[in-house]
């Protein structure tokens, strides 16, 4: 939800407000410096709730004009976005990934991909082996790239006034996801992104996220043990957390636990456990 809409339907929002609501407390952090970009940033949410509107093409272009604004590994620009609307495709996607009902009643779905295949007929092209395509690095570099172009297209589409959700589940059965899509080889849908006019009756609220005294380090990494008090901060977000879920009607389990059930065990990846192998046949080398 943009600033704009947010300050329209709840009054004006201050900085300490965003930020207050950002972290679920009051922050120390200075203000003088303050301007719409971080106004647009700090009240990012995720919208699961849309109006049935479509997203206008010019706003498509605008966000994808945003995307490669953004920094790319040597110029590169190894990645690629598919734009899906049409609402059988969306129904089928929304099954793969996970299932994920956003993905339906969202009318636009962008897909983010990791692209090597346009480098590798530019090297061919040249009369090249492109090898260097052949190694991590590479995939690595793609699947960046992807994010960073990602993350740009979401802070322009809500500046707009649109809502969005990222769709990790994209990963969980990549190769069905690169059939549907006919994606080339080498090219790789690292996440989705559902994209609409948020339903004003679907109330959702800003995501508190960790303290930075658990996430800032100064000169080098502060093991967890080393931090100031790491456990009362942790328990302090737990409380911060719950108090977010209760409000927002979801279950009642923090983060800490959250986090824990995520990381437990191989079923706890929703199949993702097998992408090393499935990145391979979908064309990557990855030495």
């Not at 407390?25 to 700090?42: G, H, R, V, Y």
């Not at 549907?180 to 006019?197: R, S």
Request: charged share 20%; net charge neutral.
């Amino acid at each position: 939800m943009s600033v704009n809409h947010l300050a329209s339907a709840q009054g004006a929002v201050l900085p300490a407000d965003l930020l207050h609501r950002r972290y679920g407390s009051d922050q120390p952090a200075e203000t003088a410096n303050w301007n719409t970009t971080l106004e647009a940033m700090l009240s990012h949410r995720s919208v699961r709730s849309y109006l049935p509107r479509a997203v206008p093409e010019g706003v498509l272009q605008l966000a994808v004009a945003a995307a490669q604004s953004a920094p790319t590994s040597s110029n590169l620009q190894a990645w690629s976005v598919i734009a899906v609307e049409d609402a059988d495709n969306r129904a089928k996607l929304a099954e793969l990934a996970g299932p994920n009902p956003q993905i339906v009643s969202a009318p636009l779905l962008l897909v983010w991909l990791a692209d090597l295949s346009r480098l590798r007929t530019i090297a061919a092209d040249h009369g090249k082996p492109g090898d260097g395509l052949d190694y991590l690095e590479s995939f690595l570099l793609a699947s960046i790239d992807a994010a960073l172009a990602a993350q740009n297209a979401l802070v322009a589409l809500e500046s707009l006034g649109l809502g969005t959700c990222y769709i990790g589940g994209m990963r969980n059965r990549p190769a069905e996801v690169a059939e549907m899509l006919g994606l080339p080889p080498e090219t790789f849908a690292v996440f989705g992104m559902t994209v609409g006019y948020p339903d004003p009756s679907v109330t959702t609220e800003v995501k508190p996220r960790l303290p930075q005294s658990l996430v800032l380090h100064r000169e080098r990494y502060r093991p967890a043990e080393q931090a100031v008090e790491p456990a009362s901060d942790l328990a302090a977000y737990d409380a911060r957390m719950l108090a977010f879920q209760t409000r927002q009607g979801m279950a009642l389990r923090g983060w800490t636990g959250v986090v824990a059930n995520r990381i437990a065990d191989v079923a706890a990846l929703n199949g993702r456990h097998v992408l090393a192998e499935v990145v391979r046949r979908l064309g990557f080398k990855v030495k």
